[in-house]
Nanobody
Framework: QVQLVESGGGLVQPGGSLRLSCVAS????????MAWYRQPPGKQRELVAF???????NYRDSVKGRFTISRDNAKNTMYLQMNSLKPEDTAVYYC????????WGQGTQVTVSS
C-alpha cells in the first residue's frame, strides 16, 4: 500500500521560508514521478511543482525562482523548499505520486501572514 505523509507546514511571515517534506512508503520514490500541489482557501487544487523519475523539474510560473522541488532517494523523501513566501502562497499543500497507483498525501497547511 502506497502512503505519503507530508510535514513542515506552519505559519510564516511574508518573505520567510519553509521546507515541506513528503515521506513515502510502499513505493521507491526515485521510480515515480512526483508532484506538489496546493489548494488555496476557496479555490481549486493547483499544481505547484513536478519532478520526473529522471530528475527533471517543472514549476508553475508564480513560484519559479522561489520554490525548489527535490528528493532524497536514501530517505525515500521528497521536499519542497519555499523561499520568499507571499500571502498568496497560503494553502494546504499536498504531495502526490503521479501515474499508475496515483496517491495523495493528507496535506499540510501553510499560512503566510504578518
Amino acid at each position: 500500500q502506497v502512503q505519503l505523509v507530508e510535514s513542515g507546514g506552519g505559519l510564516v511571515q511574508p518573505g520567510g521560508s519553509l521546507r515541506l517534506s513528503c515521506v513515502a512508503s510502499g513505493i521507491i520514490l526515485s521510480d515515480s514521478a512526483m508532484a506538489w500541489y496546493r489548494q488555496p482557501p476557496g479555490k481549486q487544487r493547483e499544481l505547484v511543482a513536478f519532478i520526473s523519475t529522471g530528475g527533471s523539474t517543472n514549476y508553475r510560473d508564480s513560484v519559479k525562482g522561489r520554490f525548489t522541488i527535490s528528493r532524497d532517494n536514501a530517505k525515500n523523501t521528497m521536499y519542497l523548499q519555499m523561499n520568499s513566501l507571499k500571502p498568496e502562497d497560503t494553502a494546504v499543500y499536498y504531495c502526490k505520486k503521479e501515474g499508475s497507483r496515483a496517491t495523495w498525501g493528507q496535506g499540510t497547511q501553510v499560512t503566510v501572514s504578518s
